[in-house]
């Protein structure tokens, strides 16, 4: 799966400064460019807060100015990778996302960092090629999961195979990964769930073999393999502090966002009305209610791991 990059026209580099985005080829077939694991190793010691779109068509700067070089060149290199991933589900967010950024500084991400964004999903899909060089499986279309175009790989299978673009095998493969949480999740900052990386692993295993024993063993150890990189994650990253410790009583997070407007729009109508919501049965049935959600939301927060 490793190859030279000198010898497959990539230039060599000694610093992320002589790395542009114009020395790299515009399709890359093989491998992926040095560049970006250069620009993914320097880390900035700025304090970074979650950048939130607070109402709708919002933009926000999308990293510190200090990063905005860096970050700059990532979001052009990840826009020639995952083909045809931007033009359905999350994909055209992100890639609007990833064009503001480098045009205008500003994007509405809803939370979204690109840096952690772009560095979540390059290290997921060297995840998905480590495993299918761990098992000894078909590399689908000859191509790694960062260059793999889905929709071009399901094109030959149907003109080999006669094979549907979505089978009762696929659809099974999907549901065992998608129930053994194949997938790490994203925290906020990392953006939409990366459905290339379960995509890709479906796909391997398809072009293995068409037997279920086989495939229900391939589904098990690669299982076993996300749940101990999963593992070294929780072990290894410092656990976030409460929502409202980390950000005091301003918490930017969506969910206390959206609390905070619900109770706006409530206190708004009147003040009799705002009188009868804080003291009456409903009140504190909503101020429970909002409680709970709170309290939801730190656990989930406090669960999610970054993969940085």
Known sequence: MSANMTSMGFPETESVENCHIESIPGVLEKTVPTCMDKLLKTKCDQQHGRFICLHAYQQVTTTCPKCRVRVVEM????????????????????????????????????????????????KMTHLADHIVEKLQLPVPSNTPCLMWNKREWQEDRRRRLGETVFDNNWDCLWRRFIDGRLMPPPSVEQGPDFIRFQQYLVAAIRESTSSKETSDELVEKMLLLTEEVSSRLHSSIKRPARCSERWGLSCPCKTCYNVKEFIKCFSSKSENKTRRIQKGEEGRTIRVLIGLIGCFAFRQAKKRPRLD
């Open 75 to 122: 979001a052009k290199i990840f826009l020639k990778t995952c083909p045809g991933d931007w033009n359905s589900g999350p994909g055209d967010y992100v890639l609007n996302s990833l064009r503001d950024t480098v045009e205008n500084e500003r994007a509405s991400t809803d939370g979204m960092e690109i840096a952690s964004m772009i560095s979540f999903r390059w």
